[in-house]
C-alpha cells in the first residue's frame, strides 16, 4: 500500500511538472487562427500604440503659432446661374434681386471663399468641444454658412428664420442621417455629432432644391473656412510639422505640408484651378 | 536448493504429516517447506510485475488523466483569471476610497460613542434581554394555550355530537379556554410592544454602524463578485487543486466535459436516429459567453449597437445596459492581445448560440449547423476540415501549440466532417432550404456591412440564377417550380441566323464576357494539356462537328413566324437615352467594357462587376450583330408574344419609343465575332458519330447503310439531336422534340452526404486554373465541388477515355466568389433530418411570406426596387434620389391590398410619382402570381389583407382640425392636394426646382388608414433617408415625439389658425395646447383631413397598358432549300479555315432560312 501511494505521488508530481511546462507553453502562444504565428504580433503593436492618443488635453502653450492663409483661384471663374425661386412665392419675396448658386464664389481679385481648410494631423491631445452652438441658419431660402466645421459633440442649432418650410436633410456617412422638418419661422433644432467626419457632408432642404451646405465634424479645432476674401486663420496651433488640407466642393481637395515654428505666423496659400 | 526438480503434488503430499508428526508442541525447528522453485526469484519477480503493473496502472490513469481538452480549459480559466484580475485592480482602483474611508470613520466614531456611555448602552441592552425572555415566555403561553384550545374545542364538539352526559361541562371548559386564549393575546401584544421599544433604545446605539456597513457592502458589491468568481477560475486555489487530482476527479472536477444532448437534431446512425450529443463546448469555451471577442468581432458589434442607439431601436430601460456592453466591447479592441479560437465567443451571439437568439445553444447546439463528430473531445476525431492547403499543412504538424499545430489527422471515416470555414454557412440550408431569404430579422439599416445569412441568401440566388436546378434535380422548394433559365429555342430561327448560332455555341464568351451561357465545347477535356496531340486534333474535328449538328437540329424544328418590321426608321440617340432612363438597365447592362476600379484600365466586364440583379437581363452588346430590327422591336413591345413565358416584362412602349430603342440596340454591333473563324462540319466526324449512335439500337452493317441514306444535312440533323440529349440543352431551353425530357445532371438535393470515396477525384492535386491561377484539389467534399465548378472538366485530367464518355459539364467561367456560394449550396443540401419543429419559416404566415419572395426573386423587383431592406441595383445609375423607383420595405404597412392587386396587375391604374422616368413594367402576372405578391406584403407586415378602414369616414370635427394642421405644418410645400387624374397626374415642374411628393388625393385608396400618421410621425425610420422630414422628432428624455406647433400655436403667425380651432376645443386654450403638443392627436387628425380629400374608387386593373399586337402570320412551310450554312461561305476544306461572313453584312431579315 505505502508503495501504491508514494507511486500514486510520484505520479502526480509527474503530471504537476508537465502542466506546468503545459502553462509556460500557453503564455507563449500567440498568433491567429487563421495567420501562422510569426507575423501575428502585428495587432499587439497596434493596440499599444492607441493610448497615445489619448494623452491629456493639450492646454494652448504659449509657443502657439497661428496659420493665415488665402486660397486663390486661377483660371476664369465659372458664372454661377441664379436660382430659381419661382416654386416658393414666399423665397422669391425675400429677394430683390435674382440670388447666385454659392458653387464656386470667387471674388474680384481670384479669391475663392467657402474652402473648407484643416489640419489632417493634430498635435496630440484631447479638444474637448466648445460650449457655444456653431448656428447654422436658414434665411432667405439659404443657408448660412455655406460651409462650416464643427467639433464633435458640439451643439449645432438650426434655425429657421423664414416663414415657410424648411427641412434640414443632413446626410453624413459617419454620423447618423437625420431629416427634421421646420414649418415654423424661428424654430431651432439642436443637433450633435458624436463622430468625427473630416471631409465635410451634405445638408440640404429637400423642399427648395437650390439649398445646401456643407459641414465637417472635426475632433480638434484646427480648421477654417475660407472669407469671401479667401483669407482664412488657423490660430493657437502648437509648434510641429502638419498636414494642411483644403477642399471645396467643387474642385476637391489638396494638401500642403507646413512646418511653424513658436510663436510663429506663418502664412499659407492654396490655389485651386479652375 | 531443489532447483530443476520437478514439482510434484506427491512430493508435497507425502511431507505435509510430517510436520505434524510431534503434535502442536513441538518445540522441533520447523523444517523450511520444500519448495520446487527458487523462493526469493520467485519474490523479485513478483515484486518487480506488481511494481509494473501499478506502473501500468499509472500510466493508464495519466493517460486518461491528460487529455487534449484538459489543456484548452486550463488555458481558458488563465485568460479568465488574468482578466477577472485586471477587472478586480480596475474596481479596486475605481472604488470610492473616500466614501468607504468615511463609512469606516463612521462606525469607529459610533463605537467610540457607544464605549464613552457603556452603562447606559449596557442597561439598554440588558432591558432587551429581559424583554426577549418575557416576550419568549408570554409567546409560548399563547402558542401552548391555542393548542389545548383547539383540543378542548375538539372534545366539546364531539361531546356534542355523541349527545354525552358530560357535554355541558366540556362546553364551559372550552369556553373558559377561549377566554384564556384571548387574554394571553393581549398579554403578548402589550409584551412585544415593550420589546420592540426596548429594540428600538437599543438600535439607537447600532443603526449608524448598521447603516455604513450596508453602504459599504453595495459599494463592494463588484470586488466582492470578482473575488468570488476569482476562487472558482484560480485552478491554484487548494480546493481546484484538490477536486481535478487525477482518482479524485470523478466526484466533481472543475474541468470536465461539457455536454448538450439534442433529441430533436438527431444523428443518423443508419436505420436508426439517436439523439446529437454536442461536447464541442469543452474546448469552446466562451462561444455561449459574451466578452470573449475577437477585436474584428467586437468592433463590428459594438459599431451596431452604438447605431441601434442612435435609431432609438433600443428600449429605455435598456439602455444603460447597452452601452456597458459597448465599454466592455471597447476594452476588447483596446485590449493588446487578441483571443484566439477556440477561446472565442461565437459571433453574432444576438443570433446564434446566445440564449435569447433565434438558435440558443441548449436547443440547437454547434454540430447542427457546423456538422463534425458531436461526441468528439479532440481537434481531429472531431472533423475539423482545414479551409485550405496552408492551414491543413499547419494543422497536421505534431501537437505544438504556440505554433497552433494540432496532430490532425484526416479522418476518411467521418460521415459528416465540419463545413471548412469558407463554407460555414452551408449549415444553414438544412433548416433554411425552405426560405428565399435567410434572415429578414435583423435590421440593415442598423447593421453595417453584409448582415448573417446574406451568404446563403446570395448563395441560393446565384444558383437560381445560374439555373443549376434545370440540369440537377434539386428537389427543395427553393428550386422547385422554376422555369427555364434559358432563352426558348423553338422560335431561333425568328430571330437570328445560324452563322451566328454556330459561333455563339463554340464559345459565349466570345460574344458577351458576361453571359450566364456556359461554354460547353474546346474544354480542358478535349483540347487541354494533358490530351495527346493525336487525339486533340480528333477531338476538334467532333466538337465542332457536333456544334454544326446541334445548330442544324435547332433551326431544322424551328418556326418561321414572320414579325412585323418597325413602322418607322427610329433615331437611336433618342433610343439611347429612353434605354437610359426608363429602366432597361435595371435587369441588363449595356456595354463590355469596365473601368477596373483598382487600376483604372479599361478592361471586359465580368458578371461580378455588377449586382446579381443586373446579370439578370443579358448584356446589350452586339444585340445587333445578334439580331434584326423586326424581333427587337416585337420584342421590346410584348416579349410574351414571342415567347409566353419571357422574364421580361413590358415596359408599354409606344411604337416611336420602341422604334427609337430598336435603332439604338441595332446600333449595338459587334462585326468582328462574325468573322471569328469557324470550319465546316467535317463529314466523317459527322458520319463517325451518328454511326457511333446508331450503334446502339442496330449492327454495322445496318447503321452504314442507314447513313448513306441520309443526305449530309439529314445526318447534321440526327447527330444534332443526339447531341442535344448528350449535352443536355434542353434542360435549359425550350427545344421542339424534347418536352418533358429529365434534366441531364445529376440530383443534387442529398449531394452534401455523399460519402468522400463516391466522389471521382481522378489524379489532380494541383492544377492550373483557365484564370492562371494554381488550384489546389484537398481531399475533402467542399474541395472537390469548388474544383468541379470551377473547372468542371478537370477530373478528366489525365484520364483515358472515349470521346463520348468524357466529363460534359459545361464551364461556367465562374468567378472564386461565385463558386464558393455555389459550392456552399451544394456541400449544404444533406440528408439530414431535422425535426420538423425546427426547420425555418413553416408556418402559414411564412409560408405567405417565402412564396412571395420566390416571386421577388424571380421577377427580379430587386433591380429597381428596395424589398425587405436590400436591392435597388438601379440606384448606382441615378444620382438624383428623388428619382429612384420606391422603397417597397415598408409596403405591406403601407398599402392597401386591394390597390396592391390592382397595381400589380396593371400598373396603369395610377400613377403615384408622374415625376420618375424609371417606369414600372407591366409583367403580366396571373391572377394567383398577384395574389401571392399581395399576401406576401400584407403578412410581411403583420396587416390584415383586407379590413373595413378604408370606408372610414372620419367625422367633420377631426377633418377641420386636421385641415388647420395641415396648414400650420405646411404640408401643401411639397404634397398637392388639387384633385387629379390618377392614371395621368400632372407631372409638376423639375426644372424649377419644385419639391416632388405624391399628391395626396391619392392616399385614400391606396394607403392604410393606420400607416398614414405612423408614418408622418416616424419617416426616416421606415423608409432611411426619404425627403419626407420628421416634423415629430424624437425626444430623448421622453422617449415620445415633440411636436413644432406645441408653442408655436401662441405665436401671432398662427393667430388666424388658432381663432379657427379654438372652437373644436370648447374655446378652452389650455386643452387647444395640449393637444398641439400631441405628435399622436396631430396626425391623427392629419390623417383625417387627407382621407376627407381622397378619392375613393380606381380604375380597376385591364391588359396593363400594353398594345396587344396581332400575332404574326405563319408563312407557308418554307421551300425545302439548302440550309443556310452550306449557302454561308462554304470551306474549302476540312481544317482549312475561312473567315465566314468577311466583308458581309448579317443576312437580311426577315425570314431567315432554316437548314433543312
Redesign the interface.
Known sequence: MKKFVSLMFAATMVLAVACGKGKEAESKEEGEDDQAPQTASAPSTAGSAAPAATAAAAPVSADAATLAGTVKFEGAAPKMAAIQMGADPYCQSQHQTPVQDEEVVVGPAGELANVFVYIKNPPAGNYPAPAAPVTLDQKGCRYYPHVSGIQVGQKLSIKNDDATLHNVHAMPSVNSQFNEGQPVQGMVADKTFDKPEVTPFKIKCDVHGWMKSYMAVMPHPFYAVSAPDGKFTIANLPPGTYTLVAWHEKYGQQEQSITVAPKESKAVSFTFKG | MRTGEAWTGEARTGEAPVLHKDGPNSVKPQEPIPHNYPMPRLNAIFAWSA?GL??AT?LM??YD??RGWK?FQ??FL?IQQQRIEAELTAAQAAANKDQLKALDEQIDQQTMAIAAHRNQYLIAQKELDRQEGRHYAADEDYRFAKAVLDAKRYEAEAANLQKASDRAAKQREFEAMTKRVNDLQLILQQVTRDRDAAKERVNQWLKKIDDAEAKKKDLNAQIDLLTKQLETVDLKRPNNLLLN???LDFISPTLKIDQVVLPDLFVDVNYMHIPRVDRCQTCHRAIDRPGFES?KEAARLSAELQ?KL??YQIAAEKRKDTEARIAQLKRIQ?????I??PWRTHPRLDLFVGSASKHPLLEFGCTSCHHGQDRATEFGRAGHVPPNPK?EH?WKGTWN????QWGWEENEFNESPMFPRQYYEAGCIKCHSNQVQVNTETDRRTAPGKVAGDDVTKAMQTVELYGCYACHKISTWRFTDLRKPGPDLTGIAEKTTPEWAVRWISEPHDFRSTTRMPSFFYQRNMIGPYVPAGEKAQNIRNQNAEIHAIVAYLFAKSTHRVWQAPPSAGDAARGKALVESVGCLACHVQSEQIKDEKTGEIRLARRDDYPLERNYGFNFTGVGTKTHPAWIYNWIRNPKAYYSEAPMPSLRLTDQEASDITAYLMSLQKPQFMMKRVDAADPKAVHDLAKGYLLNTMSDVDAEAKLKSMSMNDQLVYLGQRSIEKYGCYSCHNIQGFEGLKPIGTELTIEGSKALHLFDFGFVHKYQHESGKTEEVQHNVPSWIYNKVRSPRVYDDQRAKGYNDKLKMPNFHLSEEEARLITMVVAGMTKDMVASNRVAAMDARNRLIEEGRKRVSQHNCRACHIVDGSGRAIAALISDTNFLPPDLTPEGGRAQSPFLFNFLKDPTTMKIRPWLSVRMPTFHFDDQETNALVAYFANEAKAPMFDTTRVANPPAQNIAIGREVFT???CS??HSTAPVNPENPPVP?I?????LAPNLTLARVRLRHEWIPDWIRR??EMI????????F?HDNETGGFKS??AG?ID?P??ATQKAALLPYFHNDEKELRRTMSDAVALTDYLRDYIWSIGIKEMRPAGEGGVTVTPLPSMPAAPAPKTGALEKAPRPVGAGKALPVGVGQAPPPVPGFRPTK
Open positions: 511494481l501499478l506502473f499509472g490513469v495519466a488523466y491528460v489543456w486550463v488555458e488563465r487530482l487525477p482518482m477585436k447605431k442612435d435609431t483596446d485590449a493588446p492581445e487578441d484566439l479560437n492551414m499547419r501549440v504556440a505554433h497552433r400650420m405644418l405646411r410645400q411639397c415642374d426644372a424649377n426646382a419644385q419639391s419617416p426616416g432611411p433617408s426619404t425627403r419626407m422630414p420628421a416634423n422628432p413644432p406647433l408655436a405665436t403667425a398662427f
